[in-house]
């Protein structure tokens, strides 16, 4: 059986901490653009995984939202910003429905 030691796990740094140390508080710049940058990484993620399985290439996407192959897959790697108006559109390619919730 695993025995933990507790002096070593009150000495670990949370997920927090390390942000904190790395871009600073929540409020400020660098953390609120590495944050951004975090979600529009995550929402291309879902949508990359969502058209492998329906099994769709990325040209075929490209032709669907009338967009280049390239643009795909710099969007999936993360090396182009996704505006909104293009997320929608290869959402509603893949067959997808997004609703805001306020709260």
Do not use: C
């Not at 969007?75 to 067959?95: H, N």
């Amino acid at each position: 059986m695993l025995k933990l030691d507790k002096n070593k796990l009150a000495g670990l740094k949370t997920f927090d901490d390390h942000l904190q140390e790395r871009y600073g508080d929540e409020n400020s710049p660098e953390r609120k653009e590495f944050e951004a940058k975090a979600k529009a990484w995550y929402y291309a993620e879902l949508l990359k995984d969502e058209r492998k399985r329906q099994n769709v290439t990325q040209k075929m996407l490209a032709e669907k939202i009338g967009k280049k192959r390239e643009y795909i897959s710099s969007l999936e790697k993360g090396q182009t910003d996704m505006q909104l108006s293009t997320f929608l559109r290869i959402a509603d390619a893949l067959g997808l429905r997004f609703s805001l919730v306020l709260g």
